[in-house]
């Protein structure tokens, strides 16, 4: 028998893996055996603190808080991201303008920009001046981190125990951070951005430096910010010459300078400094006999007249130089077009109107903005009070249009061949899964354009850009009438679901007014150094007007638009004998309302509706907006040569034009009626109809019965 193989001796390799496998056996055992060592030991020594009753109570929680603290911390931090991005910019930079600007006759109307020499520093403020500021914003000031818990917990139990709102608790490190990277729109949101902000800034900013910059970009009415351009405004005087009664007023116009300016309410400006001087005893900053002088004696101020200073126009006007200002360009004077009367008329009217009817109608804001017949813009409302509030609304906001854009659509129709007399279906229409329907609930059958505009039928011009049109041609003729705001070119782009700013409503419906034509659109004439040199010209240096709109087209239009006052949605915007032509605009849910009009001299839109986006009650383009653009137009109307609508003949109302809004509507109502006949559908069988029929002939053939016997002949038989 042969001898077995010899077996294979093994290898070092294979040793050293043996080696290997057998140490990581021993070492996982014994990091097995020594956690389970320590956890049994950790149970024994912790069971030593194990709590009952109510000590258990707290404990557990104690212990949810940290979880739900825990978990909060991770929230907040997600929130606090938003609010430090808008610290990545250079948000110290004021910008290097100072401009002084001057309405269209010449008249000063305000000044924006600051230079960084104007700025005085904390230090060579007088003491009085510090302290009355720090005395009525912020009394602990230098003892919080920014947010003033205490403070903000006794103004709480104030204004409960008021039941008002009598106090603020806001910090002026708070209300620097608005000032600096927020707007004034009443949300959740901003309050969590401005805490988290506040502390942004106390982390990397000294007190004196906040208290710095909160002093030079607060505004102080009258068109200044900060308060040395207002002690120059009011007083005629540096910030480092007030005494105690001058610095008083000036400290109580951070709280509302609109409502408080001493140029326009010097009575309520002495009671509101006399209330700062109160605030300076509370505080400990000062005894009462030091504030005696300066109760006895109030702040008298320099005339500078009743006129308000137009604010909300005075920053777009900044903003417009800045863009065509060349570089090197620092003091200047612009002349802008600018018109008070028409500014004061807007004004009025918006705020006539919220005060007459706000509550009823569960609306807040305004906004306008004017443009005559050259482009010039004339007036700007971007809100009812830019001491509250100097968001601009007319500018800045972005609201949803609504029916108000219906005329865009048109527009895109009528350049590709369609006329007001083409009829199009304004039955039912589904695009995908959007099913839009009339405001009126119904089917409208077929109807002329010139009716679906008047009456602002919805299906119609969806109905156009679903089976004629195409969404990309109307957004490029938005944005050609010059529309800036982002459109999104979606289907219910039609109906108004973008967002637009009351200036881009009004240059664009300026277009029809200014006979096609686009580009004319501006706020400076001129602008001019201190020396007198004009350094930009608009009627040369601007470029040239260029048309967007076929003449066909544009008379097709504002034959359409001049027929919605008198037989559509818009009656109330009527003006006595003028033509009028516009568009009103109503959002879901009645968010936003608008109407946009224009006679041949002047453009305007109006926009009313809420900060906080809420509902208000029923309110549609036709109502309150139509009424406040009526107001202010009949006032810009008065004592001018009225010029006649590109298209239409004459600027007065005729009986020729009602004729031809009456005969289109008569057209409609008898197409409509054939229509609804034509669709109706049989409701009797075959049968029963033919049954009908002969009963009828029956009826028909059958002689005519005897003449009934007068009650005379009866009684005889």
């Known amino acids: 028998m042969a001898s077995p193989e010899p077996r294979k001796r093994r290898g070092p390799i294979a040793a050293w893996l043996l080696a290997l496998d057998a140490w990581l056996d021993s070492s996982l055992y014994e990091i097995g055996f020594k956690a389970r060592q320590f956890w049994e030991?950790?149970?024994?020594?912790?069971?030593?603190?194990?709590?009952?009753?109510?000590?258990?109570?707290?404990?557990?929680?104690?212990?949810?808080?940290?979880?739900?603290?825990a978990g909060g911390i991770v929230v907040m931090l997600a929130l606090a991201v938003p609010a430090f991005q808008d610290t990545a910019g250079d948000w110290r930079a004021q910008g290097d303008f100072a401009v002084t600007f001057l309405d269209r006759y010449g008249n000063e109307i305000g000044q924006r920009g600051i230079i960084q020499r104007d700025s005085v520093p904390v230090d060579e403020m007088p003491d009085h001046v510090i302290k009355a500021v720090l005395a009525t914003e912020d009394r602990r000031f230098f003892d919080h981190y920014g947010i003033d818990v205490l403070g903000l917990s006794r103004a709480i139990f104030e204004n409960v125990r008021a039941n008002s709102v009598v106090q603020g608790g806001s910090s002026i490190t708070q209300q620097l951070a608005k000032n600096l990277f927020l707007t004034n729109e009443r949300t959740l949101e901003r309050k969590i951005k401005e805490a988290f902000l506040s502390l942004w800034l106390e982390a990397?900013?000294?007190?004196?430096?906040?208290?710095?910059?909160?002093?030079?970009?607060?505004?102080?009415?009258?068109?200044?910010?900060?308060?040395?351009?207002?002690?120059?405004?009011?007083?005629?005087?540096?910030?480092?010459?007030?005494?105690?009664?001058?610095?008083?007023?000036?400290?109580?116009?951070?709280?509302?300078?609109?409502?408080?300016?001493?140029h326009i309410n010097l009575p309520a400006a002495r009671a509101r400094a006399n209330v700062v001087l109160s605030n300076l005893v509370d505080s400990?900053?000062?005894?009462?006999?030091?504030?005696?002088?300066?109760?006895?004696?109030?702040?008298?101020?320099?005339?500078?007249?009743?006129?308000?200073?137009?604010?909300?126009?005075l920053d777009w006007a900044f903003d417009e130089v800045k863009k065509i200002a060349k570089p090197g360009q620092h003091s200047l004077v612009?002349?802008?077009?600018?018109?008070?009367?028409?500014?004061?008329?807007?004004?009025?009217?918006?705020?006539?109107?919220?005060?007459?009817?706000?509550?009823?109608?569960?609306?807040?804001?305004?906004?306008?903005?004017?443009?005559?017949?050259?482009?010039?813009?004339?007036?700007?409302?971007?809100?009812?009070d830019y001491g509250a509030s100097q968001f601009n609304r007319a500018t800045k906001a972005l609201r949803q249009t609504g029916s108000s854009f219906k005329p865009y659509v048109y527009a895109t129709a009528m350049e590709?061949?369609?006329?007001?007399?083409?009829?199009?279906?304004g039955g039912p229409i589904s695009w995908g899964s959007w099913s839009p329907h009339n405001y009126s609930g119904g089917s409208a059958g077929n109807v002329t354009l010139i009716v679906a505009m008047a009456k602002s039928i919805n299906t119609v011009p969806v109905r156009l850009a679903k089976d004629y049109l195409g969404i990309p041609p109307i957004k490029a003729m938005a944005e050609a009438m010059g529309v800036e705001s982002p459109l999104e070119a979606h289907k219910t782009m039609v109906l108004g679901t973008s967002g637009m700013t009351v200036m881009d409503q009004a240059t664009g419906y300026s277009v029809f007014a200014q006979n096609g034509f686009v580009g004319s659109r501006h706020g400076i004439t001129q602008l001019v150094t201190r020396t007198g040199e004009v350094v930009y010209d608009f009627a040369k240096d601007a470029p040239p007007p260029h048309r967007v709109l076929s003449e066909q087209a544009l008379k097709s239009m504002n034959t359409m638009l001049a027929a919605v006052p008198v037989m559509g949605t818009a009656r109330r915007a009527q003006l006595p004998n003028i033509v009028v032509?516009?568009?009103?605009?109503?959002?879901?849910?009645?968010?936003?309302?608008?109407?946009?009009?224009?006679?041949?001299?002047?453009?305007?839109?109006?926009?009313?509706?809420?900060?906080?986006?809420?509902?208000?009650?029923?309110m549609t383009g036709g109502s309150l907006p139509a009424m406040v653009w009526q107001r202010l137009m009949v006032y810009a109307h008065q004592n001018i040569d009225l010029k006649p609508i590109p298209g239409i003949d004459k600027p007065f109302v005729d009986e020729e034009i009602a004729a031809k809004a009456e005969e289109a509507q008569?057209?409609?109502?008898?197409?409509?009626?054939?229509?609804?006949?034509?669709?109706?559908?049989?409701?009797?069988?075959?049968?029963?109809?033919?049954?009908?029929?002969?009963m009828t002939k029956l009826f028909q053939s059958a002689p005519a019965l005897a003449a009934p016997q007068p009650p005379e002949a009866l009684s005889a038989l």
């Open 41 to 69: 030991a950790a149970t024994i020594f912790s069971r030593r603190f194990r709590l009952t009753g109510w000590r258990r109570g707290i404990i557990e929680l104690l212990s949810e808080g940290f979880t739900l603290g």
């Open 204 to 262: 990397n900013l000294s007190k004196k430096e906040i208290l710095q910059l909160y002093l030079d970009r607060a505004y102080m009415g009258g068109g200044t910010f900060g308060i040395e351009a207002a002690a120059d405004f009011y007083f005629g005087k540096s910030v480092k010459d007030l005494n105690l009664a001058e610095a008083a007023m000036l400290a109580g116009l951070f709280k509302a300078p609109t409502k408080y300016a001493p």
């Open 284 to 313: 400990g900053f000062m005894t009462e006999g030091q504030v005696l002088q300066a109760r006895l004696h109030p702040a008298d101020v320099v005339d500078r007249g009743e006129q308000k200073s137009p604010d909300y126009y």
């Open 334 to 384: 612009a002349h802008t077009t600018f018109d008070a009367n028409i500014q004061k008329a807007a004004e009025e009217s918006v705020e006539f109107h919220l005060r007459q009817f706000g509550k009823e109608y569960n609306v807040t804001e305004g906004a306008v903005v004017v443009i005559e017949t050259n482009g010039a813009v004339r007036a700007i409302v971007g809100g009812r």
């Open 416 to 425: 590709h061949g369609f006329t007001p007399d083409s009829v199009v279906s």
């Open 581 to 618: 032509a516009g568009k009103t605009g109503t959002t879901q849910s009645y968010r936003d309302a608008w109407f946009v009009g224009f006679t041949g001299n002047y453009t305007a839109a109006v926009w009313l509706g809420n900060d906080d986006f809420t509902p208000t009650k029923n």
């Open 666 to 694: 008569k057209k409609s109502d008898e197409q409509a009626a054939a229509d609804a006949a034509a669709e109706r559908p049989p409701v009797l069988s075959s049968r029963t109809t033919q049954t009908l029929r002969d």
